[in-house]
C-alpha cells in the first residue's frame, strides 16, 4: 500500500510559521459576493463619512441635498434591479428625507428624478478597472466604457456613471497611493481634469468647495484622507472640529477678559496708589476714581 504524500503546500518548517505569515491575510480572501471584487474595509467606512461631515453648501438648506454612502443606485427603469453601489455620492435639489419623512434604503434615479452631481470611488485591489474604465493601464478593451446593445447583463460601473446617469463629476481616489484622479463630463464623454499640486487640488464650481487630500488624524487615525476645502485651501471642519473649535475660543475669550479684568484693576489700584502718595484723604480717592470709601479701604489693605 503506498502511503499518500503530503501536499506540498500544508509543509511547515519547523519551528512552524505563525498564522499570520503562513495562512491567508485580508488582502488575500474574497468578497462574500463572487460579483464583486472589492473588499470591505475599514477606510472605506470612515473616509465616507469624512467626506459628508465636511461637507458645507451655502447654495442648498440641509434638507435640500443627500448623501449616499454604499447604498443602491438603481438607475434602469427597464431594468429595475440593474443597480451600481458608489461609495459617496451626492445628490443635490433632492429632499435629505424620501418624501420628506423617511431614510433611504436606497436611491432610485427614476424616482428622485435627479441623478447624482458627484460620485466618488475609492480603489481597492481587484476595483482599478472597473473605477477607472478606458483610463486603467495602458491598454484598453476597445468595448470598455462603451455603449453596447446587449441587455443580457448590467453595464459596467464607468458606463453607468458616464452615459446612463450622466454625472457630471467623477472623483477616483486611492488610499495606497494617495493619488485623486479628476474627471468631468464634456460632452458625452469623461474627460481627466488636471489636478492640481496646491489646495483645492480639484474644484467643483456648482459647490463653491474644492477636494483635496489632506494628511492628519480623523476618528483616530492618522492618514491621508480626502476632504472638502473651500476656495483658498482652507480644510473645512468635521461637527466635532467645530465644536472643539467653538470651544477653545469660548476658552480663550474667557481667559482674555479673565486677563484684561486683571489688567484694569491693576491699574486702578495704581491711580489709587498715586492719590494716596499725593496725600489726597480717603473720601476724595472715592470720589475721583468712583469706588466707595470701603472699596478704598480694603484696597488700601491690599497695597500692604
Known amino acids: 500500500m503506498t502511503q499518500a504524500k503530503e501536499s506540498p503546500e500544508l509543509l511547515q518548517p519547523v519551528p512552524p510559521l505563525p498564522p499570520s505569515e503562513s495562512l491567508p491575510t ?32 451655502t447654495q442648498y438648506a440641509a434638507d435640500n441635498y443627500f448623501t449616499g454612502t454604499d447604498i443602491n443606485l438603481y438607475y434602469d427603469v427597464r431594468n429595475p434591479l440593474w443597480h451600481k453601489r458608489p461609495d459617496w455620492f451626492l445628490a443635490v435639489d433632492v429632499p435629505r428625507l424620501y418624501g420628506g419623512k423617511d431614510l433611504r434604503n436606497s436611491y432610485v434615479v427614476w424616482q428622485e428624478g435627479v441623478s447624482p452631481l458627484v460620485v466618488v470611488e475609492f480603489l481597492s485591489p481587484g476595483t482599478e478597472a472597473e473605477d477607472l474604465g478606458p483610463f486603467y493601464g495602458e491598454a484598453t478593451d476597445a468595448t470598455n466604457g462603451q455603449s453596447t ?76 484622507w480626502l476632504r472638502w476645502c473651500d476656495g483658498s485651501g482652507n480644510w473645512l471642519l468635521t461637527d466635532t472640529e467645530l465644536e472643539s473649535q467653538r470651544a477653545d475660543e469660548a476658552t480663550e475669550k474667557a481667559v482674555s477678559e479673565s486677563q484684561r479684568a486683571d489688567e484694569a484693576e491693576a491699574r486702578l489700584r495704581q491711580v489709587v496708589r498715586n492719590l494716596r502718595q499725593s496725600g489726597m484723604d480717603t473720601a476724595a480717592i472715592a470720589g475721583v476714581v468712583g469706588l466707595s470709601v470701603e472699596d478704598i479701604d480694603s484696597m488700601d489693605n491690599n497695597l500692604v
Open 149 to 224: 446593445n446587449s441587455q443580457s447583463k448590467p453595464p459596467r460601473k464607468w458606463q453607468v456613471y458616464e452615459q446612463i446617469l450622466r454625472v457630471p463629476y467623477y472623483v477616483v481616489f486611492s488610499r495606497y497611493t494617495g493619488i485623486v484622479r479628476f474627471f468631468r463630463l464634456v460632452g458625452a464623454r469623461y474627460e481627466e481634469q488636471v489636478v492640481q499640486q496646491t489646495q483645492p487640488q480639484l474644484w467643483i464650481p456648482e459647490l463653491e468647495l474644492g477636494l483635496g487630500v489632506w494628511t492628519g488624524t480623523f476618528e483616530g487615525i492618522n492618514h491621508g
Open 26 to 57: 485580508m488582502y488575500d480572501l474574497p468578497s462574500e459576493f463572487p460579483e464583486e471584487p472589492g473588499l470591505p474595509d475599514e477606510f472605506h467606512d470612515l473616509q465616507p463619512q469624512l467626506l459628508s461631515r465636511t461637507l458645507r453648501l
